[in-house]
């Protein structure tokens, strides 16, 4: 094979002729750019990462359970019975929930889920009409609730139920 002796293998080096003028070196962060990954297909990135999403059937609480819960329930009530008690004490609370699957392309879609939780400030509990807890800004069904814990885990044992 002929080689030349002053030429060695790699980049070309382009110093002061017409090439290196109408091509002038890229600076490092914008050559980054070239090489970034291409999506050709969109959303197709999103749909393969939801294939990874675990779901799970879904809980049935026994009577003892669904008394605690209720119970619990009727504490943050009694504390969060209009806006202004809700301010006053700010009850901290984590909320498990769960949410049924809807993504029409996976196998679980609509038959399991996947249990999710809710930390923050508990503003209304209407356990007569709509039967939900507003924790934060959600609001959830007492039926997707699986369990509730305070920030002060004393606090259901301080309160008894009225």
Same mark, same amino acid.
């Given at each position: 094979?002929?080689? +030349? $002796? *002053?030429?060695? !293998?790699?980049? !070309? ?10 091509? !002038?070196?890229?600076? /490092?962060?914008?050559? +980054?750019?070239?090489?970034? !990954? ?12 939801? $294939? *990874?999403?675990?779901?799970?059937? $879904? ?6 359970? $669904?008394?605690? %819960? ?5 504490? %943050? ?11 006053? *004490? ?23 889920? /996947?249990? %999710? ?13 709509? /039967? ?17 814990? +305070?920030?002060?885990?004393? %606090? ?7």
């Amino acid at each position: 094979m002929w080689r +030349a $002796k *002053n030429i060695t !293998p790699g980049r !070309p080096h382009h110093e002061m002729d017409e090439f290196a003028f109408r091509h !002038p070196r890229m600076e /490092q962060g914008k050559r +980054a750019k070239v090489f970034a !990954p291409f999506d050709a297909l969109d959303g197709y990135g999103e749909s393969v990462s939801s $294939k *990874n999403t675990v779901y799970t059937d $879904k809980i049935i609480l026994d009577e003892s359970e $669904k008394e605690e %819960l209720n119970r619990r329930l009727t504490i %943050l009530r009694n504390l969060t019975y209009n806006s202004r008690m809700a301010k006053v *004490n700010r009850v901290t609370v984590t909320v498990k929930y769960y949410v049924p699957c809807t993504d029409e392309h996976s196998f679980s879609c609509g038959i399991r889920g /996947q249990y %999710l939780t809710e930390t923050g400030v508990v503003w209304k509990v209407d356990m007569e009409i709509g /039967q939900t807890i507003t924790v934060g800004r959600k609001s959830f069904s007492f039926e997707d609730i699986v369990s509730i814990s +305070a920030e002060d885990a004393r %606090l259901f044992d301080f309160y008894p139920e009225e």
